[in-house]
């Protein structure tokens, strides 16, 4: 199935992205439901083959990867979803934990019946994906960070979860090196999108628990599935030097470095990070 996006607009909070308009293909995968622990949470599924599921990051959901979903479908059978407290699914009061989001991986995954998926995740939803391999790793087949989380912070954060649309624009304008991306209208749909989808409590509690305990840079070891990192040169939320921590920390893991690119090379750079995940998947 093809999947295109016209006119895509995105932006995004710390390890993920926020949609700020965009005009889908009328073969858009119809939205699915799977009950995990007493939860609805909504998930794309398209195509046959091995496993790949794609986990967007914080203040994000399953759309995000619209521009990458066609180009996977051909060869495999790929889920988006919309991970617990995000996009459709359900969102309930409750301090979120990547040991949260690695549990409704999980239970996803075993309601679903997929013994063993390949793991794609930008920012947030690497840091979920590195913990699952770390967890659970023989339910991983192949591992994929894209800009990921998890590891020792190494700059202040800025306001993850702002509620003004001033806020809104300086959050956006470290997501993308393309500046010319973040325009008013842009920039007030990602506001309107955020209050839409109500997932300010999520992004609080989620940040709140950004804390040494939680944090992979120990972990990294245990992990031996193959992995690819992806990143930005010019990611600004997450320095490169952080995926040079990744490659150097799990055995194995190649870097691909995408130029004149931001936080999220899935969006901005969207052709060849499907070159490199299909070439990754491949071998």
């Known amino acids: 199935m093809k999947l295109y996006l016209r006119s895509v607009l995105f932006a995004a909070v710390l390890i993920a992205v926020v ?12 939205e699915k439901v799977a009950a995990v622990y007493g939860q609805n949470i909504h998930y794309f599924e398209v ?35 919309d991970q617990i407290g995000f996009g459709q699914s359900d969102k309930p009061l409750i301090d979120y934990k990547i040991a949260t989001f690695a549990d409704f991986l ?6 679903e019946k997929i013994a063993k998926a390949t793991l794609v995740g930008n920012s947030l939803g690497g840091w979920i994906a590195t913990d699952f391999a770390v967890q659970h790793p023989e339910m991983v087949d192949k591992l994929v960070l894209v800009d990921a989380a998890g590891l020792t ?3 202040p954060l800025p306001d993850l979860n702002p509620s003004t649309i001033a806020g809104w624009r300086t959050l956006i304008e470290l997501v993308f090196y393309d500046k010319n991306m973040v325009r008013d209208e842009a920039v007030v749909q990602a506001f309107t999108q955020h209050m839409r989808n109500n997932d300010g409590y999520t992004i609080e509690r989620t940040v709140a628990g950004f804390a040494s305990p939680q944090f992979e ?6 992990i031996h599935a193959a992995t690819l990192v992806v990143w930005g040169r010019q990611d600004e939320l997450i320095p490169l030097a952080s995926g040079e921590k ?10 691909l470095v995408v ?19 299909l070439e990754f998947l491949g071998t």
């Open 106 to 111: 999980r239970g996803f995954m075993q309601a």
């Open 153 to 155: 912070w190494q700059k």
């Open 217 to 222: 840079d120990g972990k990294l070891a245990s």
């Open 246 to 255: 990744f490659r150097d920390g799990i055995a194995g893991a190649k870097l």
């Open 259 to 277: 130029e004149h690119c931001g936080h999220v090379p899935q969006i901005e750079k969207a052709a060849e990070f499907n070159q490199a995940l």
């Open 19 to 30: 949609p700020l308009g965009f005009s889908q293909d009328p073969g858009l995968p119809q």
């Open 47 to 81: 195509g046959r083959g091995p496993t790949v599921i794609l986990l967007h990051g914080l203040g994000g959901a399953k759309e995000f990867w619209l521009a990458n979903i066609g180009a996977l479908a051909s060869k495999y059978h790929v889920y988006a979803i």
